[in-house]
């Protein structure tokens, strides 16, 4: 009687462990879920949509300057990374990446006065590659919108020199 008695609580305490084991699996399940709809989840579908595009400008273009990390170069790149320059206007961060920028700049205390030269042809990758930005290097700032940068005039590129 009493070997059946032991027998019938390690019986209840194996289904509980098991039972217990089966919860904790639930919460992890859906967490995966969640997390197989990307980084971008919470972005509009469209701005979704041209991450992988700014992703491709951003290794190809940027990084040279701006490099991998989007921290620049002291004194002579801005960065890209947490740049309060950068997150006061998106929409004259796309204007610099379509044509350009020569200006003093002060960006995180820092000022920089290099020249850089015109990146993008495009409306839709200048977007693209700043949407990129804005979350990626260490930032989660929101997007811009290709409609916010109707406004924005693509100056004319430096003339070309002929072919001969
Ligand atoms: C040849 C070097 C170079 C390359 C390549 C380059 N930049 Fe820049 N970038 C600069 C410099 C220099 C400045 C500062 C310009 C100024 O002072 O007017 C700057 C400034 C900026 C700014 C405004 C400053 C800030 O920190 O927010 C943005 C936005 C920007 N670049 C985005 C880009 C993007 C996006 C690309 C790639 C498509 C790119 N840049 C490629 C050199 C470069």
């Known amino acids: 009687m009493k070997k059946s008695a032991f027998l019938l609580i390690s019986l209840f305490a194996i289904t509980l ?12 399940a859906e967490q ?15 701005i979704q949509a ?8 951003y290794k190809t273009k940027c990084t ?12 002579v790149f801005p960065p890209l990374s947490k740049a309060d320059y950068l997150l006061a206007d998106k929409v004259r961060a796309v ?13 995180n205390g820092k000022k920089f006065t290099t020249e850089m030269t015109p990146q993008v042809d495009t409306k839709e990758d200048a977007v693209a590659v700043i949407n990129y930005v804005l979350n990626n290097l260490g930032n989660k700032d929101g997007f811009v919108t290709l409609a916010e940068v ?3 005039v693509i100056k004319p590129r430096p003339a070309q020199a002929p072919a001969k």
Request: with cysteine; hydrophobic share 35%.
């Open 64 to 75: 040279v300057c701006h490099q991998v990390t989007g921290l620049g170069i002291e004194n």
């Open 17 to 28: 462990f098991i039972s217990s084991c089966g919860g904790g699996s639930q919460p992890a």
């Open 150 to 152: 109707q406004g924005v």
């Open 32 to 46: 995966t879920t969640v997390k197989a709809t990307g980084p971008y989840a919470d972005l509009p579908a469209d």
């Open 95 to 107: 204007a610099q990446t379509l044509n350009g920028s020569k200006v003093e700049m002060i960006v």
């Open 50 to 57: 041209m991450m992988p595009r700014g992703e491709e400008i």
